[in-house]
């Protein structure tokens, strides 16, 4: 580990154990901390009491800028996603998703006739098939193959900085 990561590793600690210290000082706080249900609800009151936890490891502090970046562009209004095919060619394409506070709408399910496989650039996301009991939690670096026509929803995505996934879609031949 280089000695600037293990400078932001040590400060995202002291940054941690400060919210914690707080908390444990404080009972609105700690009910508070309490009733958050996922990371980003508690990352959003660690903001609100002036602690930054909420980048995860190896995630950049500036956002990265240039036409060719996948990761460069700002957040989609919270609720959507902004979709550009990257690559369609021969039957395969290609997409960039930057997703922010998406998710499916109720009672709605993907059913594609197509194959489809994802991989988590940034942020997280919980997808939900119709055929598993759980949802199932994918953080940058998880990837995932969606086979043709089997129902699937979106169940969350990240808030600002977003999600941002690649999609490549083919046919089954």
Same mark, same amino acid.
């Given at each position: 580990?280089?000695?600037? #990561?293990? #400078?932001?590793?040590?400060?995202?600690?002291?940054?941690?154990?400060?919210?914690?210290?707080?908390?444990?000082?404080?009972?609105?706080?700690?009910?508070?901390?309490?009733?958050?249900?996922?990371?980003?609800?508690?990352?959003?009151?660690?903001?609100?009491?002036?602690?930054? %936890?909420?980048?995860?490891? !190896?995630?950049?502090? %500036?956002?990265?800028?240039?036409?060719?970046?996948?990761?460069?562009?700002?957040?989609?209004?919270?609720?959507?996603?902004?979709?550009?095919?990257?690559?369609?060619?021969?039957?395969?394409?290609?997409?960039? %998703?930057?997703?922010?506070?998406?998710?499916?709408?109720?009672?709605?399910?993907?059913?594609?006739?197509?194959?489809?496989?994802?991989?988590?650039? #940034?942020?997280?996301?919980?997808?939900?098939?119709?055929?598993?009991?759980?949802?199932?939690?994918?953080?940058? !670096?998880?990837?995932?193959?969606?086979?043709?026509?089997?129902?699937?929803?979106?169940?969350?995505?990240?808030?600002?900085? !977003?999600? %941002?996934?690649?999609?490549?879609?083919?046919?089954?031949?």
């Amino acid at each position: 580990m280089a000695e600037a #990561q293990l #400078q932001a590793f040590l400060e995202k600690v002291r940054q941690l154990n400060a919210f914690v210290a707080r908390s444990e000082a404080d009972p609105d706080l700690r009910e508070a901390l309490r009733r958050c249900s996922h990371h980003h609800d508690v990352v959003s009151l660690a903001q609100q009491q002036g602690f930054e %936890i909420g980048r995860r490891w !190896g995630e950049a502090a %500036i956002v990265p800028t240039g036409d060719a970046n996948l990761l460069a562009g700002a957040c989609p209004p919270p609720g959507q996603e902004r979709l550009e095919t990257v690559i369609e060619t021969n039957g395969l394409r290609l997409e960039r %998703i930057h997703s922010c506070q998406a998710s499916s709408p109720e009672g709605f399910w993907y059913d594609q006739p197509e194959q489809e496989w994802v991989t988590i650039l #940034q942020g997280s996301a919980r997808i939900r098939f119709a055929d598993e009991p759980e949802a199932r939690e994918l953080n940058r !670096g998880d990837s995932l193959l969606f086979s043709a026509h089997r129902r699937h929803r979106v169940e969350r995505t990240d808030p600002d900085p !977003g999600t %941002i996934w690649l999609a490549l879609y083919w046919l089954q031949g």
